[in-house]
């Protein structure tokens, strides 16, 4: 079974308008991680957000902001105001309590922005 | 700056032939380096995680002597892809973990910038 999946494979969004990416992701550990990359054409991977599966609010880093759910097990990442910029793929990844380190990858989200 | 480097970032071979990949930490002493294989516009596949001093642990599916990895100092861990050919043609992503207790988001970020291996 998948451990994390982003059933979005391609996703269009205006200029300044919010959106919002979603993950789902499957694991019986009480302890672990999730996290948001994106990764423009360049290649490189570019880490913007975190939610521990202990924290009580959702995490937000400044346009980026993580809808928690625990009891549904999803974390979506929500983008507002987009920019052109904002144009790459996005990955949603878990990290396990027993998997010291280890990060899992869903399949990704391709973000288009339109001015 | 830079906290993990890759080199190098593309590289062209010749099928048969054997191409070496390395890692760097820059900024601190990484005691254990995974590496990801990407193919395009697909998900980051871990390929194995390499301790400082130890074997590496390979990801089932992921050929060990065709992917040679070496973590010869907390600083370089180095991939080498023997006998390649066309299907071995990928991105490879190197990531650099210092353990230890801290913020668990901060150690998650420290990627290499990647390198494009192309084998014709």
């Known amino acids: 079974a998948q451990k994390i999946t982003q059933t979005q494979p391609g996703m269009f969004v205006q200029e300044k308008e919010a959106v919002t990416l979603d993950c789902t992701y499957d694991t019986s550990d009480q302890s672990y991680g999730l996290f948001w990359y994106k990764q423009p054409s360049s290649g490189e991977m570019i880490f913007l957000i975190y939610?521990?599966?202990?924290?009580?609010q959702n995490a937000t880093e400044g346009r980026y902001s993580l809808n928690f759910q625990k009891a549904r097990k999803s974390a979506n990442l929500v983008i507002s105001a987009s920019q052109l910029g904002d144009s790459a793929m996005y990955f949603c990844?878990?990290?396990?309590?027993?998997?010291?380190?280890?990060?899992?990858f869903g399949q990704g989200t391709i973000l288009t922005v339109h001015p | 700056g830079a906290v993990v480097s890759q080199h190098p970032s593309w590289v062209i071979c010749k099928s048969g032939t054997s191409v070496k990949i390395e890692c760097r930490s820059l900024d601190f002493q990484a005691t254990t380096m995974f590496w990801y294989r990407q193919f395009p516009k697909q998900s980051l596949m871990l390929m194995a995680t390499?301790?400082?001093?130890?074997?590496?642990?390979?990801e089932q599916g992921v050929e060990k002597d065709k992917f040679l990895i070496n973590h010869a100092s907390l600083t370089l861990s180095t991939l080498t892809v023997t006998s390649a050919h066309p299907e071995d043609s990928s991105f490879y992503i190197c990531?650099?973990?210092?353990?230890?207790?801290?913020?668990?988001?901060?150690?998650?970020?420290?990627f290499g910038p990647g390198t494009r291996l192309t084998v014709t």
């Open positions: 990531r650099v973990f210092p353990g230890g207790r801290s913020r668990p988001s901060s150690y998650e970020q420290y």
């Open positions: 990844a878990m990290r396990e309590g027993t998997s010291y380190g280890k990060l899992t």
């Open positions: 390499s301790n400082e001093g130890s074997k590496a642990t390979y």
């Open positions: 939610q521990g599966s202990y924290d009580e």
